[in-house]
């Protein structure tokens, strides 16, 4: 994986960028394997929180206890991408899936990861996996371009997997250029802790998998008290769902 500055750059103007293959068709083939065999063991074990459904099947996971997502994501490209765009040493806050089944894959509302993250130096990113091809279609992710720079206002979304939305997004998607990547499995987007994404529905015949894993510095803070905050938000509208 050869990275360069000129990706650096445009990482630090738009908030995020895609860099294709990142991962072998063999390497996708043993995630998405794990993926279904973690899926039979747990589905019916794992609640509120840790997972979603759309009707009888997975729109996303949010909880992995199994050892090969761990170093699924703690591999060493995943550690060079977090040293090269961070600037320092980096760790693995976390990992979710995000199905989005075909036909009936739930759309996730624009929001920012660092508000559910609650970092007190945002200087941290999401790698976004493809696990199918990611096009308009069947819902690949969409961005507002260079709008990381700051954390913007967020209420409740009641929407299962992205718990939280922006407010007045309306306004901010008349301000930032929109943009989607179509991605080939093992194509990646790396994306910054702040900028503003979602996704829409999913009404095709071709199902939208990707695999994220949450990368920051090692000595990232939380801020606690918005943390909290948010928790209450959260579950909440987990016991709504009930």
């Known amino acids: 994986m050869n990275l360069n500055v000129k990706q650096y750059k445009n990482y630090k103007i738009n908030g995020v960028i895609k860099i294709n293959s990142v991962f072998s068709s063999k390497e996708i083939l043993v995630l998405k394997k794990n993926i279904n ?26 909880f992995f206890n199994d050892k090969f997502f761990k170093n699924f994501s703690n591999q060493k490209k995943i550690m060079d991408l977090g040293h090269y765009f961070l600037k320092t040493e980096p760790k693995i806050k976390h990992y979710e899936y995000f199905a989005k089944p075909k036909k009936i894959g739930l759309a996730s509302p624009m929001h920012q990861d660092n508000y559910y993250w ?76 702040q900028i503003i994404h979602g996704s829409k529905k999913n009404q095709s015949k071709l199902s939208r998998r990707g695999f994220t894993i949450q990368v920051m510095k090692i000595n990232s803070e939380v801020d606690k008290k918005k943390f909290k905050k948010y928790q209450v938000s959260l579950i909440k509208q987990i016991n709504s769902r009930n």
């Open 118 to 193: 609650n970092l007190k130096d945002p200087n941290a990113f999401t790698i976004w996996v493809a696990i199918d091809n990611a096009t308009k279609d069947n819902g690949a992710v969409e961005y507002l371009i260079g709008s990381h720079k700051k954390l913007y206002s967020h209420i409740a979304s009641y929407a299962p997997g992205s718990s939280q939305k922006v407010k007045r997004i309306d306004k901010l998607k008349k301000k930032f250029i929109k943009k989607t990547f179509n991605l080939k499995p093992g194509d990646c987007l790396l994306h910054h802790s």
């Open 37 to 62: 065999l973690y899926i039979k063991e747990k589905k019916i074990k794992l609640k509120g929180k840790q997972i979603n459904f759309i009707g009888n099947k997975v729109n996303s996971i949010h």
